[in-house]
């Protein structure tokens, strides 16, 4: 955008919009051409650099559309369109693009997270602190002396740490005791549907490469696509169908294999940028009435679960029976 006057084609290169776009903004007197008929002699419309530069702002998203919103709160778009009929999701449609979209502010999505039961029993993680960006299992270690410690116990902001030499102490002393530890960045939520599991016997040492390979899965995929829980002595690791990218076999040969031992449904296959792990999840279609829909929904809020949530409980205990 370097002329005073710029062309169809660079105002659409510009706005990142195809031509015949721009064509339906001018049509619209959205956008407006110097020259009526400056196309029949420079064979395109001319336009203001400031004129082009409003529209773009004018174009600018007023916030965060539905699908946005649904892949922040971990659930299907026409479920953010309910919340928001149902009103306990302020959103407000406004004109973007040449559409009228819903969009919800920021601090909207902030109220309802706060409110909704759905979403504080989401966001609670009992191997994740918000608050410190802390991980269960994660790996600490000290800046000058080089010793490795790692987050045994975790809660919230309160927790323990191990060290190879045995000593243990509070996580609130971590930072002062010369520990630091690798920060893990937050990943999109994958919108696949289902988790691929694997079941460890909880490691005693603090070196176990189980505890490596559950890091590892942290950092490729952060809290927002796991889940972590424990009973009987073992770790059940839940992960989303997912491509961990730049895993191959010549450099996690011992990873891939633990994590081939340990699965319990699912798959693993090497592919030439990563590896995918998918689980094999299929579609089941039931026809049930209204009435008995309605009841389902109901026993489903009541445990504060998703309908289908509540569904796939029922045929698994059904199953295990």
Request: hydrophobic content about 35%.
């Amino acid at each position: 955008m370097e002329h005073s006057l710029l062309t169809t084609k660079e105002v659409a290169e510009y706005l990142n919009l195809s031509v015949q776009t721009i064509y339906k903004y001018i049509r619209e007197k959205r956008l407006i051409p110097v020259y009526e008929d400056s196309w029949q002699i420079d064979e395109t419309h001319l336009f203001k650099k400031e004129d082009v530069e409003a529209l773009k702002a004018a174009l600018t998203k007023p916030g965060f559309t539905t699908g946005e919103v649904a892949k922040q709160l971990q659930v299907h778009p026409t479920t953010v369109t309910s919340y928001i009929k149902r009103g306990e999701l302020i959103a407000e449609k406004k004109p973007y693009k040449g559409r009228e979209l819903y969009f919800i502010t920021e601090e909207a999505l902030a109220a309802f997270k706060e409110k909704h039961p759905m979403q504080r029993k989401r966001d609670k993680k009992n191997f994740y602190s918000k608050e410190t960006n802390l991980y269960l299992y994660q790996k600490v270690i000290h800046k000058n002396q080089g010793n490795i410690g790692r987050i045994m116990e975790l809660n919230g902001d309160e927790g323990k740490v191990w060290t190879e030499q045995g000593e243990i102490f509070p996580l609130e002393e971590l930072y002062g005791r010369g520990f630091t530890a690798k920060e893990i960045k937050e990943r999109p939520y994958m919108t696949k549907r289902g988790y691929v599991t694997f079941y460890f016997k909880k490691p005693i040492h603090i070196a176990s490469p189980v505890f490596n390979v559950i890091e590892l899965l942290y950092h490729k995929l952060s809290y927002r696509n796991i889940k972590l829980s424990h009973y009987d002595g073992l770790i059940k690791l839940e992960i989303k169908p997912c491509l961990l990218e730049d895993i191959h076999e010549d450099t996690h040969a011992y990873e891939i294999k633990l994590l081939e031992k340990h699965m319990k449904d699912g798959s693993i296959e090497q592919r030439h940028n990563g590896l995918l792990i998918d689980n094999d999840l299929e579609i089941l279609t039931v026809h049930i009435s209204g009435e008995r829909k309605n009841k389902l929904k109901q026993l489903a809020q009541e445990q504060r679960l998703s309908l289908e949530q509540y569904v796939l409980k029922l045929i698994e205990n059904r199953l295990n029976e």
